[in-house]
């Protein structure tokens, strides 16, 4: 059964960095691309970019470079999003999924604090 | 970026009913959509690939239909766990896009 399970839930402080995990079970992440995307109420659902994890290739909306950076790990079958320079704007909730399945991970909530 | 726009934020309906939710792309992305269903509390589940290809598992009274500039889900038989969310994606060019989202309300 494919899942992808993430990280639990963080509260960071404004102008900190946050690293966040997505681990595949049932398929290798190799195999196929990750993806990242981000949730606010009010904003819906923003697609933030992939990463190959059989060679790092990646590509991102450009509104998310400088402030995402997609990472993975084969051994760990685990792919990584990390945010720096946190703001209140970076307060939502973000999902993976993967590029052929098309599964969601449960979620991981991000709440940055002043 | 390509824009796609679900212009019906909410949609009421009844159990048994046959309901269509639309999304319109801002440029040709040929069938390049997925339309994906995320239940209160819950992520996103892929329901449509590729404009009209249901997902496993996906029950048959989801149908997705369209190409170029103008899709649609189709939900026939409207269930009352059909109560959900309902956006569309475009994968045609980068960066990927999603809809604003289509609320569906059960009466």
């Known amino acids: 059964e494919v899942q992808l399970q993430q990280s639990g839930a963080e509260l960071v402080r404004s102008g900190a960095s946050v690293k966040l995990s997505c681990t595949a079970s049932?398929?290798?992440?190799?195999?196929?691309?990750m993806h990242w995307v981000k949730q606010r109420p009010e904003q819906g659902l923003e697609w933030i970019g992939w990463i190959d994890p059989e060679n790092g290739d990646t590509e991102y909306d450009p509104k998310f470079q400088g402030k995402a950076t997609m990472t993975a790990d084969t051994s760990s079958n685990t792919a990584y999003l990390q945010l720096s320079s946190l703001t209140s704007e970076d307060t939502a909730v973000y999902y993976c999924k993967d590029g052929n399945y098309d599964y969601w991970g449960q979620g991981t909530t991000l709440t940055v604090s002043s | 970026d390509i824009v796609m726009t679900q212009s019906q934020k909410f949609m009421s309906t009844s159990v048994g009913d046959r309901v269509s939710i639309t999304c319109k792309a801002s440029q040709n992305v040929r069938t390049a959509v997925a339309w994906y269903q995320q239940k209160p509390g819950q992520s996103p589940k892929a329901l449509i690939y590729l404009a009209s290809n249901r997902h496993t598992g996906v029950p048959d009274r989801f149908t997705g239909s369209g190409s170029g500039t103008d899709f649609t889900l189709t939900i026939n038989n409207v269930q009352s766990e059909d109560l959900a969310d309902y956006f569309c994606?475009?994968?045609?060019?980068?960066?990927?896009?999603f809809g604003g989202g289509t609320k569906l309300e059960i009466k």
């Open positions: 049932g398929f290798n992440i190799k195999d196929y691309y």
């Open positions: 994606l475009q994968h045609w060019n980068y960066p990927l896009t």
